[in-house]
């Protein structure tokens, strides 16, 4: 061996036995992987035996399984929710979620209006349909209810092609488009951000004792998107500090049946840096222990402007958005929601494989890290 290459091979026996010693071999062998005990999850496809073997074939083995049947002027069918959950178990599912009847869609095509209307006493015989609601649920051994106490509806305002990604559509929200687009104000009218708060108050001083007593946590998901004050009328109750606006929510009530369905991409679409911004979020919500769902949505852009894009090309690190939910114990579903569209005829069956694969990836990744 020529001297030059004995000295290199040395001094790289040198380096190597000074970076071992038997106290970091010790500290290593005491190092375990962090535990993570969230799953991957999903609200769409119901609980038809095609969805279900979907979803198995995907290895998503928790789920949000939509409703059970309506019984008019009383609320769930409780046998037809038995029915959901024996059909999941046949799959190795779990029906962890259902959807509550107080959705997304807006005041003008809300099945339930009158409870952010704010009008009785029509809304006091709606909060009684609901707290029947809750009790299904939790006779059928469901733990969460994702919620919406919105007026105005999801708001976008067109279409963003991608070239680069198989000419990809997303959905695009920029509020200068939607200001032109002029649209009218809802059957609400003009609503402020006290009177959204009152409403919410009395629907939920009435439902979270029945959530407390029948142990069914009750999941808000915050306006999509938060928006500035009285656009349409409305003043969105997590706008236009959107996470001050959470804050609020949260301290509304002391209660470990009160919390969230914290939807990463509403909650990025307030912020004017999605990227950093969304980390002391995770954390304040995540030690209160209200996190109770989590719609994992990536985004380009931010407050007034951004393209609903896939997990992996958006401006969040979704890596360091799961291991910010490991590290405050979040335990729930981390699932897809909105998902981008394309022309192929499986375009949405196709997006949610992608975005299966990629979080239990993600999950697998953290669950590897050490402390």
Same mark, same amino acid.
């Given at each position: 061996?020529?001297?030059?290459?004995?000295?290199?091979?040395?001094? *790289?026996?040198?380096?190597? *036995?000074?970076?071992?010693?038997?106290?970091?071999?010790?500290?290593?062998?005491?190092?375990? !992987?962090?535990?993570?005990?969230?799953?991957?999850?999903?609200?769409?496809?119901?609980?038809? %035996?095609?969805?279900?073997?979907?979803?198995?074939?995907?290895?998503?083995?928790?789920?949000?399984? #939509?409703?059970?049947?309506?019984? @008019?002027?009383? /609320?769930?069918?409780?046998?037809?929710?038995?029915?959901?959950?024996?059909?999941?178990?046949?799959? #190795?599912?779990?029906?962890?979620?259902?959807?509550?009847?107080? *959705?997304?869609?807006?005041?003008?095509?809300?099945?339930?209006?009158?409870?952010?209307?704010?009008?009785?006493?029509?809304?006091?015989?709606?909060?009684?349909?609901?707290?029947?609601?809750?009790?299904?649920?939790?006779?059928?051994?469901?733990?969460?209810?994702?919620?919406? $106490? %919105?007026?105005?509806?999801?708001?976008?305002? /067109?279409?963003?092609?991608?070239?680069?990604?198989?000419?990809?559509?997303?959905?695009?929200?920029?509020?200068?488009?939607?200001?032109?687009?002029?649209? =009218?104000?809802?059957?609400?009218?003009?609503?402020?951000?006290?009177?959204?708060?009152?409403?919410? %108050?009395?629907?939920?001083?009435?439902?979270?004792?029945?959530?407390?007593?029948?142990?069914?946590? +009750? *999941?808000?998901?915050?306006?999509?998107?938060?928006? @500035?004050?009285?656009?349409? #009328?409305?003043?969105?109750?997590?706008?236009?500090?959107?996470?001050?606006?959470?804050?609020?929510?949260?301290?509304?009530?002391?209660?470990?049946?009160?919390?969230?369905?914290?939807?990463?991409?509403?909650?990025?679409?307030?912020?004017?840096?999605?990227?950093?911004?969304?980390? =002391?979020?995770?954390?304040?919500?995540?030690?209160?222990?209200?996190?109770?769902?989590?719609? +994992?949505?990536?985004?380009?852009?931010?407050?007034?402007?951004?393209?609903?894009?896939? !997990?992996?090309?958006?401006?969040?690190?979704?890596?360091?958005?799961?291991?910010?939910?490991?590290?405050?114990?979040?335990?729930?579903?981390?699932?897809?929601?909105?998902?981008?569209?394309?022309?192929?005829?499986?375009?949405?069956?196709?997006? &949610?494989? &992608?975005?299966?694969?990629?979080?239990? /990836? +993600?999950?697998? $990744?953290?669950?590897?890290?050490?402390?």
């Amino acid at each position: 061996m020529k001297r030059k290459n004995f000295i290199r091979v040395i001094a *790289a026996g040198s380096v190597g *036995a000074a970076a071992w010693s038997p106290e970091l071999a010790k500290a290593n062998s005491k190092a375990k !992987p962090k535990k993570v005990l969230m799953k991957v999850g999903c609200q769409s496809g119901g609980t038809s %035996t095609e969805n279900l073997e979907f979803k198995a074939r995907h290895g998503v083995y928790n789920l949000d399984g #939509g409703a059970p049947k309506t019984i @008019p002027g009383k /609320g769930w069918d409780l046998d037809d929710s038995l029915r959901k959950k024996e059909a999941c178990e046949k799959y #190795g599912i779990s029906l962890d979620a259902y959807h509550f009847p107080l *959705a997304s869609s807006g005041i003008d095509k809300a099945e339930y209006p009158n409870v952010m209307l704010g009008k009785s006493p029509e809304r006091d015989r709606e909060i009684e349909i609901l707290q029947q609601m809750i009790q299904v649920a939790g006779k059928s051994g469901i733990k969460v209810l994702n919620y919406n $106490t %919105t007026i105005l509806p999801v708001l976008r305002t /067109g279409k963003t092609v991608d070239p680069k990604r198989g000419n990809a559509i997303y959905s695009t929200w920029n509020y200068e488009e939607a200001v032109k687009q002029n649209a =009218p104000k809802t059957i609400a009218g003009d609503v402020s951000i006290e009177q959204m708060f009152e409403r919410i %108050t009395y629907l939920l001083d009435r439902i979270l004792p029945v959530a407390k007593e029948y142990k069914v946590k +009750l *999941a808000n998901h915050i306006a999509d998107p938060p928006t @500035p004050v009285g656009f349409r #009328g409305i003043t969105r109750w997590n706008s236009p500090d959107v996470f001050k606006g959470i804050q609020r929510f949260a301290k509304l009530y002391d209660s470990e049946y009160h919390g969230f369905n914290f939807c990463i991409g509403s909650i990025a679409e307030g912020l004017n840096d999605p990227k950093t911004e969304i980390m =002391p979020i995770i954390k304040w919500v995540g030690e209160r222990n209200q996190i109770f769902n989590v719609h +994992l949505r990536n985004i380009k852009g931010g407050w007034n402007n951004f393209q609903e894009v896939y !997990p992996d090309n958006g401006d969040m690190n979704f890596l360091h958005v799961v291991r910010a939910l490991r590290d405050v114990g979040y335990s729930g579903m981390v699932m897809p929601d909105h998902v981008p569209h394309h022309a192929d005829s499986a375009a949405d069956l196709q997006a &949610f494989s &992608f975005c299966y694969g990629y979080i239990k /990836g +993600l999950l697998q $990744t953290v669950a590897d890290e050490v402390s």
